[in-house]
């Protein structure tokens, strides 16, 4: 059972405009939430989290939103850039305290000129 | 070069070889993970240690052994390799318990198995 979802695979994204990349959960006890980002050839490298007492986080050109009665999240990239081309994925875990990590599938972000 | 380094990056073998992927980190992080990446299930935990000998199991661990003799080193073997476990694996690092911290990954070896 994928515990998180990331149902888009793919999403292709004019320069200059916003990306918004989606994924759900669906244990309702996941507390902590992340984004990290892979570049081909590459390890993911982190992006961004957000703590479940609050509903936004932002950093730069990118925001998380967390809806916890929805179990879902969202990652905005404002305005997005072809070097935003990679592929992205949520994480979740149980608690900030918590070791392990349970990834949703991905989602490969292209960003066109 | 510091960092967190794994060897081979690309390995081809047969279904039943033994298979060890080793894993270097050179930043003294207490936690160390193994991780593979597949189509349509993202990255999925098969093993971590939060310190030497000191292991356990993720998501995904049947078939897998691991080890941590020391702090930076932290191998994965696939004992009888099978065609399921063609993958690209990935290891990481954290310095501190919790997943606030963030975790440091690796390159990846392509693992196909004939």
């Known amino acids: 059972d994928q515990q998180v979802k990331q149902n888009s695979p793919s999403l292709s994204v004019q320069e200059g405009r916003i990306s918004i990349l989606n994924c759900d959960y669906t244990?309702?006890?996941?507390?902590?939430f992340l984004w990290y980002k892979k570049y081909p050839a590459e390890g993911p490298t982190f992006l961004i989290s957000?703590?479940?007492?609050?509903d936004k986080n932002e950093d730069g050109r990118f925001t998380v939103f967390l809806n916890k009665s929805a179990k879902h999240l969202s990652l905005h990239i404002v305005p997005s850039q072809p070097g935003d081309s990679a592929v992205y994925f949520c994480a979740a875990a149980l608690s900030f305290n918590t070791d392990k990590l349970i990834f949703g599938t991905g989602t490969r972000l292209q960003v066109f000129p | 070069d510091a960092g967190i380094t794994q060897s081979p990056r690309y390995k081809i073998t047969e279904t039943g070889r033994q298979v060890t992927l080793m894993c270097h980190q050179t930043?003294?992080?207490?936690?160390m993970f193994w991780y593979r990446q597949d189509l349509g299930h993202g990255l999925r935990l098969i093993y971590y240690s939060a310190a030497a000998d000191i292991t356990d199991k993720g998501e995904v661990p049947d078939g897998y052994v691991v080890s941590r003799s020391k702090t930076e080193n932290f191998p994965l073997t696939l004992e009888s390799a099978t065609r399921s476990q063609t993958s690209v694996y990935f290891c990481?690092?954290?310095?501190?318990?919790?997943?606030?911290?963030?975790?440091?990954f690796g390159e990846g070896s392509r693992l196909t198995v004939l």
């Open positions: 244990n309702s006890m996941f507390d902590y």
């Open positions: 930043w003294s992080h207490s936690y």
């Open positions: 957000i703590s479940s007492i609050k």
């Open positions: 990481a690092s954290r310095s501190s318990g919790g997943a606030g911290g963030e975790l440091f």
